[in-house]
């Protein structure tokens, strides 16, 4: 089977840009998260979907960060207006059931300068 | 709160030799424990879980790691080290009666010297 896929692997914006991550999980997969790696720190979570529904986001930073996951599938994270500190690895993760192993994306590398 | 720690940013270790690299966690409740590795460029890979049973939990690859309630670790080893070891080791842990997320730690670059 497909493993995740995110688009772009790589992306480097001006501060005060936007820009929008994509996940695309795998097939069949309702739960589908976000992780996000600032360099040298943990692997933090960011929100964590069920199917189109927003099981948990209590991990978003802040309002400049939106996900959506219309219809199910893909999902999205947009950062608007981006900033310094939103520099990082940005990594989607799915799975079909509680407690199976998560699959994880190679992750987007986005810089902001 | 959940949290884990990795306390070691970096592990050098011979090509042959033992490995360990160590994981402590927070949790309320009982824990479900998690090794996952990072290669160069890729996503993160799961090596094992430990969920309930033994204590002693063999994954991929000829890792293993045991769960040790009393002192709230759960080190990932193996017996002898491969050079294609090298990559980057995250432990994760969540609560099992709580939300359904992972939290992991700041990760340890395994290095194995040949």
């Known amino acids: 089977e497909a493993g995740v896929t995110q688009f772009p692997s790589h992306s480097v914006i001006e501060k005060g840009q936007t820009v929008t991550l994509r996940c695309d999980p795998i097939s069949g997969h309702d739960n589908l998260y976000w992780y996000r790696r600032v360099m040298g720190k943990e692997i933090k979570f960011l929100l964590h979907f069920v199917k189109e529904s927003k099981q948990d986001e209590s991990g978003m930073p802040n309002n400049r960060f939106l996900a959506e996951r219309t219809g199910g599938t893909y999902s999205t994270l947009k950062v608007q207006p981006a900033e310094l500190e939103d520099s990082g690895v940005y990594f989607c993760a799915s799975r079909r059931v509680d407690n199976s192993p998560l699959h994880f994306g190679n992750g987007t590398r986005l810089t902001v300068t | 709160a959940q949290s884990v720690a990795q306390p070691e940013d970096q592990v050098n270790v011979a090509e042959g030799n033992p490995l360990t690299v160590k994981c402590t966690y927070s949790v309320s409740g009982n824990p479900y424990l998690f090794w996952y590795v990072q290669y160069p460029n890729r996503g993160l890979q799961f090596l094992l879980k430990y969920i309930t049973g033994d204590n002693l939990v063999k994954g991929s690859y000829g890792f293993e790691a045991e769960f040790n309630k009393s002192q709230t670790s759960f080190h990932l080893k193996k017996p002898s080290a491969l050079v294609s070891d090298s990559a980057l080791y995250f432990c994760?842990?969540?609560?099992?009666?709580?939300?359904?997320?992972?939290?992991f730690g700041t990760g340890t670059r395994l290095t194995v010297i040949p």
């Open positions: 994760a842990v969540r609560d099992a009666a709580g939300a359904n997320t992972l939290f």
